[in-house]
């Protein structure tokens, strides 16, 4: 159980300071990545804690983490959507949605949701130590494999269902993916199963830009040009995809 308690403070410690370095270059506004950093830190955060949920603490992250999550989704998506249409000679469309990111990542870096983030991961693990002592985390290890034994299994289900649904999939994928990262002293795949679910999540997040901008583009006018060849590289996308999950299903119903 020591061993346990001990690996999930040094992960909160490490993240608490890749979430201050985040807010940093925010701040600064130094690199084009900082913003992609602070939300997969978040992320890697949100995985960590799942298989936590019910200890002392864990709600107040869990709900600090969600709201800086949802504040920061739509400048990403909006960054990403211009760096891609810079990329494919769009400029003026990418151009437009860069000047509207103006001032944005200092915004976040100020934001009262990331503050209250970083207050309660600074204070997290004290409540760590404080169940521990007061033996509050017996069978911890038992209990974080266990919940990561059922996302195994809900991902094998979803995978499973000929009308899967590349959403609910991608979402999946994705917790699987940061947990095995997160705790791998409990991962029992073989080293192709991480690789495939990161060839599986970059497949279905290419379809899921995609998607999400043509859902734009039918309220966007400048985006008008950019239809067809969306439509194209979407279905590309569901291709790819399609075969990377084959390829996923097969290893998973090995293990």
């Given at each position: 159980m020591a061993a346990m308690i001990d690996h999930?403070?040094?992960?909160?410690?490490?993240?608490?300071?890749?979430?201050?370095?985040?807010?940093?270059?925010?701040?600064?506004?130094?690199?084009?990545e900082a913003l992609h950093d602070l939300r997969?830190?978040?992320?890697?955060?949100?995985?960590?804690?799942?298989?936590?949920?019910?200890?002392?603490?864990?709600?107040?992250?869990?709900?600090?983490?969600?709201?800086?999550?949802?504040?920061?989704?739509?400048?990403?998506?909006?960054?990403?959507?211009a760096a891609h249409l810079i990329a494919w000679h769009f400029p003026a469309a990418g151009a437009k949605r860069l000047a509207e990111l103006e001032g944005v990542f200092v915004a976040v870096a100020a934001s009262a949701e990331l503050g209250r983030l970083l207050a309660v991961v600074d204070a997290f693990p004290q409540f760590l130590r404080a169940a521990q002592r007061q033996k509050l985390l017996r069978g911890l290890r038992r209990r974080v494999d266990k919940r990561l034994v059922k996302q195994w299994r809900k991902l094998l289900e979803a995978l499973r269902d000929p009308a899967h649904d590349r959403h609910r999939l991608r979402?999946?994928?994705?917790?699987?993916?940061?947990?095995?990262?997160?705790?791998?002293?409990?991962?029992?795949?073989?080293?192709?199963?991480?690789?495939?679910?990161?060839?599986?999540?970059?497949?279905?997040?290419?379809?899921?830009?995609?998607?999400?901008?043509?859902?734009?583009?039918?309220?966007?006018?400048?985006?008008?040009?950019?239809?067809?060849?969306?439509?194209?590289?979407?279905?590309?996308?569901?291709?790819v995809s399609d075969e990377v999950l084959d390829k996923l299903l097969a290893i998973c119903s090995k293990q």
């Open positions: 999930v403070v040094a992960q909160i410690v490490g993240l608490q300071i890749k979430l201050l370095s985040c807010q940093a270059r925010l701040a600064a506004q130094t690199d084009s997969t830190s978040v992320r890697r955060l949100r995985s960590l804690l799942r298989p936590l949920r019910g200890l002392p603490g864990v709600d107040q992250v869990e709900a600090a983490a969600k709201a800086v999550g949802e504040l920061t989704t739509p400048f990403r998506d909006k960054e990403v959507l979402l999946l994928i994705k917790r699987v993916r940061y947990a095995h990262e997160a705790y791998p002293q409990l991962d029992r795949s073989p080293a192709k199963t991480a690789r495939c679910l990161k060839e599986a999540q970059g497949a279905l997040g290419d379809w899921h830009d995609h998607f999400q901008w043509l859902l734009q583009a039918e309220q966007q006018a400048d985006l008008a040009p950019c239809v067809a060849g969306w439509q194209a590289a979407m279905k590309q996308a569901e291709q």
